[in-house]
């Protein structure tokens, strides 16, 4: 008799941050006293122990976008697990006794699966072979390139990735894994954020101290000659989850992007700071830095306001235009982002693709 067809949807969902397998429920519930000391170095200073504190919980809010996904179309989701390196183990003897009503899903992005080692290949070899489909959110060029990729990518049924078009990465693929270019999305839960009707007309830069080089220094100091007291520049090395909500105050949030330009592929790059601005109510202000072309792509839709990097009347009429912009551009721009640039719908649209095909 053929396999019946799944009705439930279960997101095993890795984070560098976590342990053993345990409901993602309640990793998230214990993640705002998690005790990470033992993760750092000997002597870590008050800026790395901050530093990480940030990465922290920025992947423990992933684990929540993919735990809280809506169900693929005509599934349901059971409590979604999460897991570090030493869950793997427990995963896999899990896996040989799955529901058969059950679709399994194993979620890695980024680096993650360099944390793995050299059992990452036979790890999911053994998965899928009982029943475990692997997704794959790789959103810059470091995630493709890493050493293990060729390990993984066999494997994969979803690889969500930033370069367009997909180059060498493609031909370590199976040819029925599903692939979507969407680069950046927001790891924001979408509509958590409410749209603030009266923000300040004020433009946020949101900065780095990864990237507060010579070049991000003279438009901070551009800016802030021009717009005095309409400009509000933040240094720190990103903004905490907990406080991203309150940036809805302002009306225009100034994304830094090709963060360092040393490189060819950083000069190209952008972050998710455009899309959970966005998700935010803000009008995303933006460099051209074009990895794959989607910021382009969302410029030509009015969604974001972009300029040439190193041109700063470009970078003037960009913020210009971001602090008139009106309650329907603003409402327009949080309706799309919070609809189609967040993590959870993007990836439960492409389970539910790979889903129907069984």
């Avoid at 680096?111 to 999911?124: F, Y």
């Avoid at 900065?207 to 070049?215: A, C, D, I, K």
């Avoid at 009347?313 to 799309?336: G, S």
Wanted: proline share 7%; glycine share 6%; net charge positive.
């Amino acid at each position: 008799m053929p396999t019946p067809a799944p009705t439930t949807v279960r997101i095993v969902a890795y984070s560098q941050w976590a342990g053993e397998l345990e409901p993602a429920a309640a990793y998230l519930a214990r993640l705002p006293e998690y005790d990470y000391a033992g993760r750092l170095p000997a002597g870590a200073d008050d800026r790395l122990r901050r530093m990480a504190r940030l990465d922290c919980d920025w992947h423990g809010e992933c684990v929540r976008c993919f735990a809280e996904m809506p169900a693929p179309k005509g599934l349901v989701m059971a409590p979604a697990w999460t897991l570090g390196v030493k869950g793997f183990a427990a995963l896999a003897e899990q896996a040989v006794s799955k529901p058969a009503e059950e679709a399994w899903w194993l979620v890695f992005m980024g680096q993650q699966p360099t944390h793995v080692g050299a059992s990452l290949g036979p790890l999911c070899a053994f998965l899928r072979k009982h029943g475990v489909r692997i997704a794959y959110y790789a959103f810059d060029e470091a995630s493709r390139e890493m050493a293990c990729f060729p390990a993984l990518a066999p494997h994969l049924d979803v690889f969500l990735h930033d370069e367009f078009p997909l180059g060498p990465a493609a031909a370590k693929l199976r040819p029925d894994c599903l692939t979507l270019h969407r680069s950046w999305v927001a790891n924001v839960r979408p509509f958590e954020v409410p749209f603030n009707d009266t923000p300040e007309r004020k433009i946020l830069f949101l900065g780095s101290q990864l990237g507060l080089t010579p070049h991000r220094q003279r438009q901070i100091d551009f800016l802030t000659k021009t717009f005095k007291d309409r400009f509000v520049a933040s240094h720190d090395h990103s903004v905490s989850v907990g406080g991203r909500a309150a940036l809805n105050r302002y009306i225009a949030g100034l994304c830094p992007e090709g963060r360092k330009f040393a490189t060819p592929a950083m000069a190209r790059a952008h972050t998710d700071r455009p899309f959970w601005c966005g998700c935010m109510g803000l009008v995303p202000v933006s460099e051209n830095s074009a990895q794959g072309g989607r910021l382009d792509d969302l410029a030509k839709e009015g969604l974001i306001r972009r300029y040439a990097h190193g041109d700063l009347a470009a970078l003037r009429a960009a913020a210009e235009a971001a602090l008139e912009a009106t309650e329907a551009e603003r409402r327009r721009i949080y309706e799309h982002f919070n609809r189609k640039e967040t993590v959870g719908p993007v990836l439960s649209a492409m389970l539910a693709q790979v889903l129907a095909r069984t």
